[in-house]
């Protein structure tokens, strides 16, 4: 089993669509937890870091559940623009050494 | 110009051969990690270096070394490359205590 797994997708959702993506992991030493966003053939860029209670920005919203060791992103009112592959990401250390999922493709259509 | 850069950006080489890829930074980081990314895989770290005296394994360090010249340089090797090394190479970099790795604009790496 992979240590941190996500759907591959991809999903296809119209403009304007609210999105979900699910992430879980196995390592339950695992302390901190990200999301990274990355555009075709281009390097992983930070998009949110991941708290224990919640974190939004804009029309992004990451949540933790650490009883059943996954983590969340909520993408509301999509754009053309958030199409990407979307990678999480946990780590023991404070985010230092990090273990990332396989990414999470997301197209956005007019 | 970019904090982190990575050289050569694309590779071609032929298995058995050497191969250097180097990764400068100036963001003054300690800490500094190599990983491969293949399809349906993600990202697998390879390396990692806390500081100039300080190297670690990563996942798949096998058929790798590396050297961290300075604080802001980084080098992976492939001692005697093989086809299924070909793969997209990232240098990465993170500060002491923050939680944000700044990634590299990746080597294109294939052996024939």
């Known amino acids: 089993r992979k240590e941190v797994e996500q759907d591959p997708g991809p999903f296809n959702v119209p403009e304007g669509a609210t999105v979900a993506f699910n992430c879980t992991y196995s390592?339950?030493?695992?302390?901190?937890f990200f999301w990274y966003r990355q555009d075709c053939r281009k390097e992983p860029k930070l998009l949110m870091s991941?708290?224990?209670s919640g974190n939004e920005d804009g029309r992004f919203t990451a949540q933790l559940n650490r009883a059943s060791q996954y983590i969340s992103l909520l993408i509301r009112d999509s754009k053309l623009s958030d199409s990407a592959t979307y990678l999480c990401?946990?780590?023991?250390?404070?985010?230092?050494?990090?273990?990332f999922g396989a990414g999470t493709i997301l197209r956005v259509k007019s | 110009d970019a904090d982190v850069t990575q050289t050569p950006r694309n590779r071609i080489t032929k298995t058995g051969k050497r191969i250097m890829l180097e990764c400068s930074q100036t963001?003054?980081?300690?800490?500094m990690y190599w990983y491969r990314q293949d399809p349906g895989l993600g990202l697998r770290l390879i390396y990692y270096?806390?500081?100039?005296?300080?190297?670690n394994k990563g996942e798949i360090s096998d058929g790798y070394s590396v050297s961290r010249q300075a604080q802001a340089k980084f080098s992976l090797s492939l001692e005697s490359a093989i086809p299924n090394q070909t793969a997209l190479y990232f240098c990465a970099t993170s500060a002491l205590g923050t939680d944000t790795q700044y990634f590299g604009p990746g080597t294109r790496l294939t052996v024939l």
């Open positions: 270096s806390f500081d100039v005296k300080d190297i």
């Open positions: 963001k003054g980081h300690d800490r």
């Open positions: 990401a946990g780590g023991e250390e404070y985010g230092n050494k990090l273990v």
């Open positions: 991941v708290y224990s």
């Open positions: 390592n339950s030493a695992s302390q901190s």
